[in-house]
């Protein structure tokens, strides 16, 4: 009996599917430390998640994660506290609103070009921290204080947190094997070029931004109830924005399992590895963040992808990197004959 | 609305150009956001902090030591780490900058600690009287300096072979390697000057205001808005910018409370960038 012939990219998206499945069945039987670790871990993935498709695959190196993060956790708070609609729309109100920011601001930050592009973004993050400061009704340098007995907590945030991730894992599927993903690519690699074929650039430009903040929204309203009190130097600190290009870069830009490793990586090596050492981790994040973009600019799964793909044995036809630089798999070659998991087989490596 | 708080946003303008100087300076020449330049500030007047708080130096008579000493510690920075980097994919050295800033914070403060510091001098607290107009004596000297300092490298630009060299590898980095111009060397020089403009600015920074190993993003800001403003990336224009921006904060304060300082200069940075989007300098295009 042979398989039908599925198209590759149906493995990762399957392998999306379970994985989601079984982390959202777990929220029922992990202990609540764990549950709470999975959140900041599932918060984290998903920010540099989001900010992989707009700097890796959309070539918008934001520096702005903070900006959104802070206007879901904001937008989520201050509808909990002012109106009496409880969490779900609370959660619904915060997407809306970082992409509604986003919208608000893509006329003029789609319009300022590479590093331009960066500095604009950070200026954002900054003057909404200064802007919360300063605003009174949102609690001003205080913060906001959410009621506790209204927001899910241990497993069921935990779901929460494992659907907003999976969201972020699946548009960066999306940029990864759709059509859009490829036009948008394009205008990453050479603009002009693509311009000059039909690809209309802010569309697409625009289409990256607006998830990728809703997403970051997302993210902030789920940290929002995890930390229950906010404060502008909580959940508008630039660290969100650093730690969204700091997870990512270390990971692999532009790949899709790269952000997972980097958030780990980041995480559990520096941010709780060196807890107890606050400085010595900030020293490290920095190194490493050096380190990464002057001798592996890939990132650590690139190269961890190629070791696999040596230590696994060549095959006749997969002997160069070439697939590895492009960001994108040699086509689809030998898919008929490969009905192999995914995991064994070298080639895929990359593209998952 | 008095003459007071003009004077007031004019002198501290005087600042705001010479943190602002540096970043045009390194973005003029080499294409490079830095995003290190706030550290680089707060670097030097943590290094006139070792001669001023622990030895009983005069502030001003640190500086010179803490410029060349940042100009020291910047020059290898450019030469190995970021030079390389100009050539490859067009992040690394956004990133890379903004990895030695976390870098540059977290070893002020291990060395430092994170209370905020200050510069003690004679000169730090009193006020002056200037044609009727009550100011602070620190803004005067910062100010002073400051005009004195963009003239000197206005006339090292403009009057030097070492600024002809800086002007042609601005221009065409390739054409000035094929006449001779080591483009990596005169990198780095770009990169040393502007560390030490920035260091001469925290000094100054540090005598006025305290600060923390954090202080260094709000004037990375500042000074980024300082070099949207200027748009032509002439050194008078850095200086005019500065003012403007000084005088727009000052007022802001005394419209709305001091709450509101840092927002009105963020937004008036954004809302320039947005009118201006191929960037304020003619050789935008160059990075």
Not at chain 1, 67 to 93: E, I, K, Q, R
Not at chain 1, 275 to 291: A, K, P, R
Not at chain 2, 130 to 151: D, E, K, M, P, W
Not at chain 2, 238 to 257: D, E, K, N, R, T
């Amino acid at each position: 009996m042979t398989l039908p012939t599925v198209p590759r990219r149906w493995w990762p998206a399957s392998a999306l599917l379970l994985s989601t499945v079984v982390c959202f069945a777990l929220g029922g039987v992990l202990d609540n430390g764990t549950l709470d670790l999975g959140v900041t871990l599932l918060c984290y993935l998903a920010i540099a998640q989001a900010w992989n498709v707009l700097a890796g695959f959309g070539g918008l190196v934001s520096l702005g994660a903070a900006a959104f993060v802070a206007t879901g956790s904001y937008a989520a708070a201050l509808v909990l506290v002012h109106t009496g609609l409880g969490w779900p729309l609370a959660v619904a109100a915060a997407p809306v609103t970082a992409m509604l920011l986003s919208l608000l601001l893509s006329a003029a930050l789609l319009r300022l070009r590479g590093d331009y592009f960066s500095i604009g973004t950070l200026a954002i993050a900054i003057a909404l921290q200064a802007l919360i400061r300063n605003w009174s009704w949102a609690g001003g340098a205080s913060g906001v204080t959410l009621p506790a007995d209204a927001v899910p907590s241990g497993g069921n945030l935990f779901q929460l947190a494992v659907l907003v991730a999976a969201l972020a894992m699946a548009l960066t599927l999306y940029a990864r094997y759709s059509d859009f993903g490829l036009r948008l690519a394009a205008i990453r690699d050479n603009e002009p070029a693509a311009a000059g074929l039909g690809v209309a650039v802010r569309r697409h430009q625009l289409a990256a931004l607006l998830p990728s903040s809703g997403i970051t929204g997302l993210a902030g309203a789920v940290i929002a109830f995890q930390f229950v009190v906010i404060s502008p130097d909580g959940v508008a600190s630039v660290s969100w924005s650093l730690n969204a290009v700091l997870m990512t870069v270390v990971g692999g830009t532009g790949t899709i399992l790269g952000p997972v490793l980097g958030v780990g990586v980041v995480y559990y090596g520096l941010t709780r590895g060196l807890q107890s050492e606050q400085t010595l981790s900030l020293v490290i994040e920095g190194i490493l963040l050096i380190g990464i973009v002057r001798f592996a600019p890939q990132g650590v799964w690139p190269l961890l992808c190629r070791a696999a793909r040596r230590l696994l044995g060549p095959r006749p036809d997969s002997d160069s990197d070439s697939d590895s630089d492009t960001g994108r798999p040699v086509a689809d070659r030998g898919k008929k004959d490969e009905p192999a998991p995914a995991g064994t087989e070298p080639v895929a490596l990359d593209a998952v | 609305m008095s003459l007071d708080v003009l004077a007031a946003g004019i002198l501290a303008g005087g600042l705001y150009a010479l943190i602002g100087l540096g970043i045009s300076l390194v973005f003029g020449v080499l294409g490079l956001m830095n995003l290190a330049h706030g550290e680089l500030v707060i670097g030097g007047a943590y290094l006139a902090s070792l001669l001023v708080v622990d030895a009983g130096w005069d502030p001003l008579a640190a500086l010179p030591l803490a410029m060349a000493t940042m100009a020291l510690i910047a020059y290898p920075l450019q030469r190995y780490l970021l030079t390389p980097l100009l050539r490859g994919s067009k992040s690394a050295p956004l990133v890379a900058t903004f990895g030695l800033s976390l870098l540059a914070q977290a070893l002020f403060q291990a060395a430092f600690g994170t209370h905020p510091k200050a510069l003690p001098a004679a000169y730090a607290d009193t006020g002056l009287s200037v044609l009727g107009v009550r100011v602070q004596t620190v803004y005067v000297i910062a100010f002073g300096l400051t005009v004195l300092l963009c003239a000197a490298t206005h006339l090292v630009l403009t009057r030097t072979r070492a600024g002809s060299a800086v002007r042609a590898a601005s221009a065409d980095p390739d054409t000035a390697a094929v006449l001779g111009i080591d483009v990596n060397r005169v990198y780095a020089v770009t990169f040393a000057g502007a560390a030490a403009l920035a260091a001469a600015g925290g000094v100054l920074t540090g005598v006025a205001q305290s600060f923390t190993p954090s202080s260094g993003l709000p004037l990375l800001l500042t000074g980024f808005a300082v070099m949207a403003l200027a748009g032509i990336g002439s050194v008078g224009g850095v200086l005019a910018a500065g003012v403007a921006l000084g005088v727009l904060q000052s007022v802001s304060v005394g419209l709305f409370g001091g709450g509101w300082r840092d927002v009105v200069v963020y937004l008036a940075f954004f809302l320039v960038l947005a009118v201006r989007p191929q960037g304020l300098f003619r050789k935008a295009h160059a990075g």
